[in-house]
């Protein structure tokens, strides 16, 4: 169960390093679980520039403990797949919870927050990437009733990325 005293707020100028930095240990995380190497993984200091802009554009949500310390964050906007209407549907970029909280429904929180978003913004529609190594968080978002949709892409280790789709409740 999330503990109570997290919240989700909008991520605030100044906070895409420590996003970057967080970023980076879930994503050190999951990729090497699905066997690729850390030294292949982008730093912290490389993925600044990518926060930044999503803080600036106000697609960054973070989950704060009560001392406002960053332990997760979503990122959603418009998709960025040729096939996919973004009038109709939104992208749900990243969902990233502090490694050590794993398992404690924190990702599902962040989750709600995505789909409160899709329907402030009258859309039903999500769609997503997965690697396909990593079986946690296909599980995790099968669990949220996502589903393939049939469209892949190249990934690392010869594993693809998948694309996922929900319609939101």
């Known amino acids: 169960m999330t503990d109570t005293r997290i919240s989700v707020r909008s991520a605030r100028e100044g906070e895409a390093a420590a996003l970057a930095a967080l970023h980076t240990r879930t994503r050190t995380a999951y990729y090497t679980a699905g066997g690729?190497?850390?030294?292949?993984?982008?730093?912290?200091?490389?993925?600044?520039?990518?926060?930044?802009?999503?803080?600036a554009e106000g697609r960054a949500q973070v989950a704060v403990t009560p001392e406002d310390r960053i332990v997760g964050f979503l990122m959603d906007g418009p998709p960025k797949f040729d096939d996919i209407d973004a009038a109709s549907v939104r992208e749900l970029q990243q969902i990233g919870v502090e490694p050590n909280g794993w398992g404690h429904g924190l990702g599902s929180l962040l989750h709600e927050v995505f789909v409160r978003r899709l329907h402030v913004g009258g859309l039903t529609d999500g769609v997503l990437e997965?690697?396909?190594?990593?079986e946690r968080a296909q599980a995790f978002y099968a669990r949220h009733g996502w589903r393939p949709d049939g469209?892949?892409?190249p990934g690392p280790l010869g594993r693809d990325y998948i694309r996922l789709r929900m319609t939101a409740p």
């Open 151 to 153: 469209s892949r892409r």
């Open 36 to 55: 690729l190497p850390a030294k292949e993984l982008a730093s912290a200091r490389q993925i600044s520039a990518y926060w930044e802009r999503a803080v």
């Open 130 to 134: 997965c690697w396909e190594a990593n």
